[in-house]
């Protein structure tokens, strides 16, 4: 194989530098304060107009015992897809959850903030039991990536116990939307897009840590090293190939000190999530496809 003269290695980093900087420039900076006012005032105008499902149908439809009668999408493993797009199919699918409610301090309207995931064209998307689960809420609504602002339609199933929810979106346009991985092995290279404190899309990556049994609930759980925080409910966790592998639901702080009931020294943060088998628990049949649990 020839040597790389030293103008050729100066050429090769020039040009590498210049693809580096041509794809952050076509990457328009996120505004938070913009998206979150977008929320709100999308929000505020279907809740002026009155054409809305009521908030207190929506919780009792979260709250029902019911299942999907119906599968969902399975990627396939022969799809390759490029890096670059596998994250920007993910943000383009991914939904900044919100409701309307009013603080005992003041006559305006507030908006709370979390993930979500379009797993259909039509609509459904995945978010987390919690997310949905407040007796205060006004209005359910739902924010896409280009700013459209959309009520909950409706809750086609859900569980308490395994914090997911199945929501239909009110839309009659074709939504982009990922498919669900067959299953995610301990090792496999995820990424996450959420919403961490109101800092919307962001990407972090890690890999599929564990699968553990949550203390109290004795419910599956998938543990990743990809980070995540408050606000982040409900977003998704995808493999290399861009497919949903579960949906951020908790975090648990380790700490090595204790004193005077006073936590110190943090030491590490365990990165909770909602496995492939609860998700496909909302499900009446799993698809054909459907190989694995996790």
């Not at 699918?93 to 003041?106: I, R």
Request: glycine letters at 6%; hydrophobic letters at 35%; one cysteine or more.
């Amino acid at each position: 194989m020839p040597r790389l003269t030293s103008n050729k290695l100066g050429l090769v980093a020039f040009l590498t530098l210049l693809t580096l900087v041509t794809t952050l420039r076509a990457q328009s900076p996120v505004d938070d304060a913009l998206l979150k006012r977008s929320l709100l005032e999308g929000l505020t105008d279907i809740y002026d107009s009155g054409n809305f499902p009521a908030p207190a149908a929506i919780r009792r439809q979260l709250n029902r015992k019911n299942k999907y009668d119906g599968s969902f999408t399975i990627a396939s493993p022969k799809v390759k897809i490029e890096s670059a797009k596998r994250y920007e199919n993910a943000r383009k699918a991914t939904l900044v959850m919100g409701h309307l409610y009013l603080c005992d301090k003041c006559d305006n309207w507030h908006t709370t903030t979390a993930g979500g995931v379009i797993i259909s064209e039509d609509g459904l998307a995945l978010t987390n039991h919690h997310v949905l689960a407040f007796e205060r809420a006004s209005i359910y609504g739902a924010m896409t990536s280009d700013g459209k602002v959309y009520a909950i339609e409706e809750v086609l199933a859900a569980s308490k116990r395994d914090d997911v929810a199945l929501v239909r979106i009110r839309t009659d346009e074709k939504l982009p939307f990922v498919s669900m991985a067959s299953s995610a092995p301990i090792g496999t290279p995820v990424f996450a897009v959420s919403h961490p404190d109101s800092h919307f899309y962001t990407l972090t990556k890690g890999y599929v840590s564990r699968y553990s049994v949550s203390p109290s609930l004795k419910i599956p759980r998938l543990e990743v090293t990809a980070d995540f925080a408050r606000g982040s409910s409900g977003s998704g966790i995808f493999n290399e190939r861009g497919s949903l592998v579960g949906l951020i639901a908790s975090t648990k702080s380790i700490y090595y000190d204790q004193e005077n009931n006073i936590q110190t020294n943090l030491q590490m943060v365990i990165k909770s999530c909602v496995p492939l088998s609860g998700i496909n628990a909302l499900c009446s049949k799993f698809p054909s496809d459907y190989k694995s649990k996790d």
